[in-house]
């Protein structure tokens, strides 16, 4: 039984599985995601999740247990520097794996681990707030002079059937309208009215009396 025996052992010897593993955690730190098999990208996330819970204590006694693992001096600087804003906010999880498929010849599953971002923690559910709509005012079939009519009659005190609207008017008969209007002017005979006479053919307006009243002689 495999009491206390932490890790997988991947085909290798102890010293061949700590001396990849110091690399990859270093490659990952480094360039915040590397690609590899699906095994050893679960263990590695173990590897970096110690490193990151060491650079966010930052004391002295932890830069120097995670200068004992990585292989730069310039990934634990970077690490130590960032890890306080970076992942303060987060107890655990700083790194995520996903599958791409599985690998040309062996048909290895492949994955990436990578760093989660600075804004990003654990996933959780998200109540999305629904946008209240103002409700807009419907517009009314009746027309407004209609219902102005019917408050009219309700003030009158008569049926509303028999109300009428007060921009329309009730429609007056044709004897009603021409009464309103006057009686129609009469035909007149007067021969003045600028027609020529239809016997002597002659122009008997105003304008054809010459100045002394009489009617010029003209030829039949």
């Known amino acids: 039984m495999r009491h206390r025996k932490a890790g997988v052992k991947l085909n290798r010897t102890a010293s061949h599985r700590s001396a990849m593993f110091r690399n990859m955690v270093t490659s990952l730190l480094k360039h915040e995601r590397i690609q ?11 590897w970096a999740d110690h490193i990151i819970t060491l650079a ?21 600087y970077k690490i130590f520097d960032t890890a306080g804003e970076r992942f303060g906010a987060l107890n655990g999880g700083y790194t995520r794996v996903i599958r791409i498929g599985r690998r040309p010849g062996d048909a290895a599953p492949i994955s990436i681990v990578e ?43 008569v049926p509303a059937e028999h109300a009428e609207t007060p921009d ?53």
Request: without cysteine.
């Open 36 to 46: 590899t098999t699906h095994a050893k990208a679960k263990e590695v996330r173990r």
């Open 56 to 76: 966010k204590r930052g004391d002295l006694h932890a830069r120097r247990q995670a200068l004992s693992i990585l292989r730069e001096k310039d990934v634990v």
């Open 115 to 157: 760093l989660v971002g600075p804004h990003e923690g654990k996933k959780g559910r998200r109540v999305k707030k629904k946008k209240k709509r103002a409700a807009e005012p419907q517009a009314s079939a009746v027309p407004a002079t209609a219902v102005a009519g019917e408050e009219l009659a309700a003030e009158a005190g």
């Open 168 to 220: 329309e008017p009730a429609q007056k008969s044709p004897s009603a309208a021409a009464a309103e209007d006057g009686p129609a002017a009469a035909p007149t005979d007067d021969p003045s009215d600028g027609t020529p006479d239809p016997v002597s053919g002659a122009d008997e307006s105003p304008a054809a009396v010459d100045a002394t009243g009489e009617k010029p002689h003209t030829e039949k």
